[in-house]
Each structure stands twice: as structure tokens, then as C-alpha cells.
């Protein structure tokens, strides 16, 4: 497993949220490849050290919707040799 990255920027998201009230905010939520559980049970119920309800509670975030984007390295890809010259 990759090592947790601390990307929550509270700060920044409180300064577009001023600038931009009108426009829907979504939080990307990326680095749950090995996660052992579903990637919407992450976002609604603690595990791991955060989700949804942490970033509203303790960073005043609120968001629209989310999104789990999941990458893995082009090793452990089955088909990696796909689109390859």
C-alpha cells in the first residue's frame, strides 16, 4: 500500500467556497486500490482515519458528491501489454 498522503487543504477549499458559493464541490478521494472494504463504505463511515463526515465535522468541507478514483502500477494491470507497440 502506497504510504497516506495528507492532501486536506482546508484553508484553500474555504477560499474558493467564498469566490465560487454557487458552483457544486466534489471531493476526489484517490489511494483506496487495497482498501478491504467498498470505496462508498470509506466515504460514509469512519475507517482508516477519515471520510466524508470527518472533512464536514472537522474541516468545515462540505461537498456535493464524491468520487473514488483508483489507479494501480502498470504491473499488476492483467492486460498491460495492451495498446503497446
Same mark, same amino acid.
Given at each position: 500500500?502506497?504510504? #497516506? #498522503?495528507? !492532501?486536506?487543504?482546508?484553508?484553500?477549499? #474555504?477560499?474558493?467556497?467564498? *469566490?465560487?458559493?454557487?458552483?457544486?464541490? +466534489?471531493?476526489? +478521494?484517490? @489511494?483506496?486500490? %487495497? %482498501? *478491504?472494504?467498498?470505496?462508498?463504505? =470509506? =466515504? !460514509?463511515?469512519? *475507517?482508516?482515519? @477519515?471520510?466524508?463526515?470527518?472533512?464536514?465535522?472537522?474541516?468545515?468541507?462540505?461537498?456535493?458528491? %464524491?468520487? $473514488?478514483?483508483? !489507479?494501480?502500477?502498470? !504491473?499488476? +494491470?492483467? $492486460?498491460? #501489454?495492451?495498446?503497446?507497440?
Amino acid at each position: 500500500m502506497r504510504p #497516506k #498522503k495528507d !492532501t486536506v487543504m482546508p484553508h484553500t477549499f #474555504k477560499q474558493l467556497r467564498q *469566490s465560487l458559493h454557487r458552483v457544486p464541490f +466534489v471531493a476526489i +478521494v484517490t @489511494g483506496l486500490e %487495497y %482498501y *478491504s472494504e467498498t470505496m462508498d463504505q =470509506w =466515504w !460514509t463511515r469512519p *475507517s482508516g482515519g @477519515g471520510n466524508g463526515r470527518m472533512l464536514e465535522e472537522r474541516h468545515e468541507m462540505a461537498f456535493e458528491d %464524491y468520487v $473514488c478514483v483508483t !489507479t494501480l502500477p502498470q !504491473t499488476q +494491470v492483467a $492486460c498491460n #501489454k495492451m495498446g503497446r507497440a
